[in-house]
T-cell receptor
Framework: DAKTTQPNSMESNEEEPVHLPCNHSTISGTDYIHWYRQLPSQGPEYVIHGLTSNVNNRMASLAIAEDRKSSTLILHRATLRDAAVYYCILNSIQGAQKLVFGQGTRLTINP | DAGITQSPRHKVTETGTPVTLRCHQTENHRYMYWYRQDPGHGLRLIHYSYGVKDTDKGEVSDGYSVSRSKTEDFLLTLESATSSQTSVYFC??????????????FGPGTRLLVL
């Protein structure tokens, strides 16, 4: 399975934008880039995913590099409720659909 | 929120006893998964199901078995619990995506302590 690399932790201030990077240099052409987050004492929840083009939804934006070797999850205006561990995961459409979670980035939001 | 429940939510058991965890969904999704999460590790896939009576192993399947006799229920059994199986267990579901990269929805988790 293709691997992703994320910083262990990041810190930001409330109401400021947050850019969470993810490197996936061995991504294949059929891999989708998924982001999940896990709030304290909860199961992971889906945030956003994309293949090649940038994507927006009500939670976040996903910016994908042209060569697809990296991506950035953007929280436009962080709130205290965004404090969580964020996971960047590659999900191939070939074969069984099995998510491989890395360590993720622990995001701390300061009031 | 996707309709996924897990039972029990907390369990304490003794080494050597069998344990069964239940995942129940009301979404009629085809795929169901069991993960475990330990300190210092992300979630790791134990087993998954791609239909009734159709299951396969994940990354850390040793010591675990699963069964799916109905679309809505996916059972995880520890045949003889060991202390190394102390963990938080998460169930997840997903549906057929048509090759567009599926999204998984996770349950609230079950905390298992094996003494």
């Amino acid at each position: 399975d293709a691997k992703t690399t994320q910083p262990n932790s990041m810190e930001s201030n409330e109401e400021e934008p947050v850019h969470l990077p993810c490197n996936h240099s061995t991504i294949s052409g059929t891999d989708y880039i998924h982001w999940y987050r896990q709030l304290p004492s909860q199961g992971p929840e889906y945030v956003i995913h994309g293949l090649t083009s940038n994507v927006n939804n009500r939670m976040a934006s996903l910016a994908i590099a042209e060569d697809r070797k990296s991506s950035t999850l953007i929280l436009h205006r962080a709130t205290l409720r965004d404090a969580a561990v964020y996971y960047c995961i590659l999900n191939s459409i070939q074969g069984a659909q099995k998510l491989v979670f890395g360590q993720g980035t622990r995001l701390t939001i300061n009031p | 929120d996707a309709g996924i429940t897990q039972s029990p939510r907390h369990k304490v058991t003794e080494t050597g006893t069998p344990v069964t965890l239940r995942c129940h969904q009301t979404e009629n999704h085809r795929y169901m998964y069991w993960y475990r999460q330990d300190p210092g590790h992300g979630l790791r896939l134990i087993h998954y199901s791609y239909g009734v009576k159709d299951t396969d192993k994940g990354e850390v399947s040793d010591g675990y078995s699963v069964s799916r006799s109905k679309t809505e229920d996916f059972l995880l059994t520890l045949e003889s619990a060991t202390s190394s199986q102390t963990s938080v267990y998460f169930c997840a579901i997903s549906d057929v995506s048509g090759g567009k990269g599926e999204t998984q929805y996770f349950g609230p988790g079950t905390r298992l302590l094996v003494l």
